[in-house]
């Protein structure tokens, strides 16, 4: 028997968020068709539209994150007691995993207690292979430098709501993509989606892996030509010895970041986007964060719709209903 296998309308789906174990295959978000994004980006469009919809049954979920978090840990919890979903508390500072208890066995833990769906954040890349056996509903909420799927379906829906399309677009995505599970897996579902991806910043956190997704630029070159500008934070917990920069944050700022000169520079109507925590005077001039370019807040705004077209996904899949509520 397979963990759990996702249906919308009957398909065997869903990228990154879910898995289906028989064959150990874990997907990304890019794996998605067009058509199930777009579902997904109607269903969270629809929320953010005030539509209400709540559990018919008791349903319990469970927020394991075993790196720090924010926005994901927060909007996820936002957005299941939206759902009317009962959220059972887990901090990692007071768990067994102190005690040396594995991930397998946390996991399986939550399953023997009547949790029906984990999301799950952990510095190991594909994590979700250890856990055969153990029926219960999955969501990748961030696996080491994977895959980051709830935060690719928020970014889209915010790049849709600015230009009503993604065919055509320029996306520039700058800084250290090497470490981060935002930029590797946003520009593969962009590419799918018919955006044209370039990238930017240090060129030794590049690897071919990345390069096959998009075109290097100058970070001069690339704000001028991109309706989408992408900033990343440095990811100094992931990096070897050998891949840190010997650059004050102000001199990577003036060498990488975005100045106010280059905000001048880019195009009338592109925007700014981030996914966070920000580090002001590096990546972005502090100013910047909220100038009238910026989406970065807004982004963190659709998290809350995203997540929740994703936890409805998952949870109609496993055979719990929801209804509308007027």
């Not at 997904?40 to 209400?52: C, I, N, R, T, Y």
């Not at 910043?201 to 001028?224: A, M, R």
């Not at 070897?240 to 905000?263: Q, W």
């Not at 809350?304 to 998952?314: P, Q, Y």
């Amino acid at each position: 028997m397979p963990i759990i296998t996702i249906f919308i309308y009957n398909e065997v789906i869903l990228a990154s968020f879910f898995f289906e174990l028989k064959t150990k295959i874990m997907l990304r978000t890019a794996d998605l068709s067009v058509e199930k994004i777009n579902k997904l980006l109607q269903e969270a469009e629809e929320f953010s539209k005030g539509k209400v919809l709540k559990a018919k049954q008791e349903i319990y979920v469970s927020n394991l994150f075993f790196e720090d978090s924010t926005r994901t840990k927060t909007s996820f919890d936002v957005a299941e007691r939206k759902l009317g979903l009962n959220v059972v508390p887990f901090d990692i500072s007071a768990s067994s995993v102190n005690k040396g208890e594995s991930l397998y066995d946390t996991v399986k833990t939550m399953k023997s207690l009547g949790i029906d769906l984990c999301v799950i954040r952990h510095k190991k890349e594909k994590f979700y292979d250890e856990f055969k056996g153990i029926d219960i509903a999955i969501i990748n909420g961030g696996d080491g430098t994977g895959n980051h799927p709830s935060q690719n379906i928020l970014d889209l829906m915010t790049i849709q709501q600015e230009f009503g399309k993604f065919k055509g677009l320029k996306v520039g995505i700058v800084g250290d993509v090497k470490h981060s599970r935002v930029a590797n897996s946003n520009a593969e579902v962009l590419r799918k989606m018919g955006a044209k991806v370039y990238f930017s910043g240090p060129e030794q956190w590049f690897d071919e892996g990345t390069i096959i997704n998009g075109t290097y630029l100058s970070i001069d070159d690339l704000v001028k030509e991109v309706d989408v500008l992408m900033l990343l934070r440095i990811q100094h917990e992931r990096h070897e010895s050998d891949e840190k920069l010997n650059l004050s944050p102000e001199k990577y700022h003036r060498k990488f970041g975005l100045t106010k000169e280059r905000e001048t520079a880019m195009k009338k109507n592109a925007i700014i986007m981030h996914p966070a925590p920000i580090n002001r005077g590096v990546e972005i001039d502090g100013e910047l964060v909220e100038c009238s370019r910026s989406r970065i807040f807004k982004q963190m705004e659709n998290g809350v719709f995203a997540r929740m077209a994703i936890l409805k996904t998952a949870l109609e899949a496993k055979g719990f209903e929801f209804e509308e509520v007027q």
